[in-house]
């Protein structure tokens, strides 16, 4: 009976060690810092009523760790879907009141246009994606969002207002083959990491 035992045991052990993936299958998480990958077209701060500010990201595919690693984001997704490859981040659009406290403004996807890339207007923050670009060897976005009233605005993270998260966080990958945490700023935004600029009437 013992050995009869023994044996059941040494092969479930074995068929569960053979036949089970592991559970930590997943790749490493690769951190980067890479200051102004957001920019707004031509560093514009005044815009008309109804006129659009552009929002562009370049990502090159080529980046350097926080540990000092050359990488390719690339090598992060399969060669054989890289036309399908994305990093995304989020990016909010905030509107200062007459008491000078801050609005989020909710976007209508009608306001907003892809030229590349990918935006998804969900409740008060876009998700972009940027998607890689064979030619360019970047991750790329580029939309514009339609200005709809005068004010003064702010372009910036969605938790903007929380004085310790300044940046934009781009992340992307691919399970088994890992994810990069891209921290990034927009392009001449301030202290708080906010691009601001005026629309007027």
Do not use: W
Not at 42 to 50: A, D, I, P
């Amino acid at each position: 009976m013992k050995l009869s035992s023994l044996l059941f045991m040494v092969t479930i052990s074995l068929c569960a060690s053979l036949c089970c993936p592991e559970e930590n299958d997943f790749g490493p998480t690769i951190f980067i810092e890479n200051e102004n990958l957001i920019q707004v077209e031509n560093s514009e701060t005044t815009f008309n009523l109804n006129e659009s500010i552009v929002i562009e990201t370049t990502i090159n595919n080529s980046q350097t760790t926080t540990s000092g690693e050359t990488i390719l984001l690339t090598d992060l997704f399969y060669n054989d879907s890289l036309e399908d490859a994305f990093l995304q981040f989020d990016v909010s659009l905030f509107k200062e009141t007459g008491f000078g406290t801050l609005s989020p403004i909710s976007l209508t996807q009608d306001a907003v246009t892809n030229d590349f890339g990918q935006v998804e207007v969900n409740s008060q923050f876009n998700l972009v994606r940027a998607f890689y670009d064979e030619t360019t060897h970047s991750f790329r976005s580029r939309f514009s969002i339609n200005l709809r009233e005068s004010g003064t605005f702010f372009l910036a993270n969605s938790r903007f207002g929380f004085n310790d998260f300044t940046q934009v966080i781009i992340s992307g990958g691919v399970y088994e083959l890992g994810f990069v945490e891209l921290r990034t700023s927009i392009e001449n935004a301030n202290a708080e990491g906010a691009y601001e600029f005026q629309v007027i009437e």
